[in-house]
Each structure stands twice: as structure tokens, then as C-alpha cells.
């Protein structure tokens, strides 16, 4: 059973420092990944989609990497600001019998304070 | 605009109440889902849709139903068999798996169902 891990839970850290947050996964057999972001009380916005065959993403201050043999991808923020905070929640997509499903972990909540 | 809307926002239930949450999108997507999102965890898929009048059972299905009538819209009812219903509810949409490389699931804002 895939199953998906995200560490640290929560992050809390001054304006203007880069960071990682990571994301693991049980089984290699995942179709892509992909990064949200969720505002309290908010839907998911897609951050970053990376494809099995891919090795990283980036989308502005945003870098997401995949090693899919180790079962691992991190997602670096670079220069962050307080505008970042949210929680950002990783999902590994599966790709059997025809359907598409996302397995998602529990999310790292992150506070970047001025 | 392009997007995925979900009805209400806020919903309170009594205790032995079938409630519906509505799921709108005019994206021309095939496929849609329902999550469910309780504090601390990550979402867990409840049912899904790959095409009108189809749908199956997800993780967590029991107490809950749906229907697929129209390929916008894909509402999910928590009947009073679900016995923990309040938590966060989140419908989902993506293009068709065959033939597509990218299909990047898009989410709506949510419904946050309490029980009284």
C-alpha cells in the first residue's frame, strides 16, 4: 500500500531564508507528483507536476525534485517571504485498471514571519 | 472563467440528516473526485468519476453517495450513516488518462461540513 510521508510537519522561519521541505513515498510505481499549496479553509492550488521520467520542476522561486528509485522528493523554496506561509501538501499519482488516483501525505505547514 | 466551484461553504448538519455538497466545474474535464480532509492529515479520495453515469468507491466511501449525471457536475451526499461527517470537503477535476500526459488534478475551495 503507497503510503506518503511529508517532514518536517510544520516549519516556522525569518524572511528571507531558503528552504526544503521533503516528501517520501513507500512504492516506486507512481505515475508523477505533485505539489500544493493550501491556504486555511482554502481548496489546493497545483504548485509544481513532475513525471516519472523527470528529475525536477522548477516554477519561479520554486525547485521540486523527484528521485523515484529512493522514494523521496523535496521541494525548495528559495528566498522566502511571508507570503509563502501555507501548507504545502505533496501526492504521488498511481495509474491502475485505467483510473488515476493521488495519494496524499499530511502536508508541512510553514510560517515565514518578517 | 475557468475553474471548479463548490456549494455551500459552510454547511451544519443535525445528527440523522442527509446532507449534499455541490460540485460544479466548466473545465470540460471527464474525470472528477471527492476528498475528504481531516485536521493533521492529508486528503483521503471518498469517490470518483471517469465518465458520465460511472463512478467508484474511493478509501473511504461508506456512508457517503454520488451521482454523475452531467459532466459538469458531480455531487456527493453524506448520508447519516457516516457516523464522524464534519471535516473538509474538497471536489477535484482532471482531463481523461488516455492520451494525456499532463493530467494535473485542479481543485475547488472547499465545503466545511459540521455536525451539530
Known amino acids: 500500500k503507497q503510503e506518503v510521508t511529508q517532514i518536517p510537519a510544520a516549519l516556522s522561519v525569518p524572511e528571507g531564508e531558503n528552504l526544503v521541505l521533503n516528501c517520501s513515498f513507500t512504492?516506486?510505481?507512481?505515475?508523477?507528483l505533485q505539489w500544493f499549496r493550501q491556504d486555511p479553509g482554502k481548496g489546493l492550488t497545483s504548485l509544481l507536476l513532475?513525471?516519472?521520467?523527470?528529475r525536477e520542476q522548477t516554477s519561479g522561486r520554486l525547485n521540486a525534485s523527484l528521485d523515484k528509485s529512493s522514494g523521496r522528493s523535496t521541494l525548495y523554496i528559495a528566498a522566502s517571504q511571508p507570503g509563502d506561509s501555507a501548507t504545502y501538501l505533496c501526492?504521488?499519482?498511481?495509474?491502475?485498471?485505467?483510473?488515476?488516483?493521488?495519494?496524499f501525505g499530511a502536508g508541512t505547514r510553514l510560517a515565514v514571519h518578517p | 472563467d475557468g475553474g471548479i466551484t463548490q456549494s455551500p461553504k459552510y454547511l451544519f448538519r443535525k445528527e440523522g440528516q442527509n446532507v449534499t455538497l455541490s460540485c460544479e466545474q466548466n473545465?470540460?474535464?471527464?474525470?472528477m473526485y471527492w476528498y475528504r480532509q481531516d485536521p493533521g492529515q492529508g486528503l483521503r479520495l471518498i469517490y470518483y468519476?471517469?465518465?458520465?453515469?460511472?463512478?467508484q468507491k474511493g478509501d473511504i466511501a461508506e456512508g457517503y453517495s454520488v451521482s454523475r449525471e452531467k459532466k459538469e457536475s458531480f455531487p456527493l451526499t453524506v448520508t447519516s450513516a457516516q457516523k464522524n461527517p464534519t471535516a473538509f470537503y474538497l471536489c477535484?477535476?482532471?482531463?481523461?488518462?488516455?492520451?494525456?500526459?499532463?493530467?494535473?488534478?485542479?481543485f475547488g475551495p472547499g465545503t466545511r461540513l459540521t455536525v451539530l
Open positions: 477535484a477535476s482532471s482531463t481523461p488518462q488516455a492520451g494525456t500526459i499532463y493530467n494535473e488534478q485542479f
Open positions: 512504492d516506486s510505481a507512481i505515475y508523477n
Open positions: 513532475i513525471q516519472s521520467s523527470q
Open positions: 501526492a504521488v499519482r498511481l495509474v491502475s485498471g485505467g483510473y488515476n488516483k493521488l495519494i
Open positions: 473545465l470540460n474535464h471527464d474525470a
Open positions: 468519476s471517469q465518465i458520465v453515469n460511472d463512478f
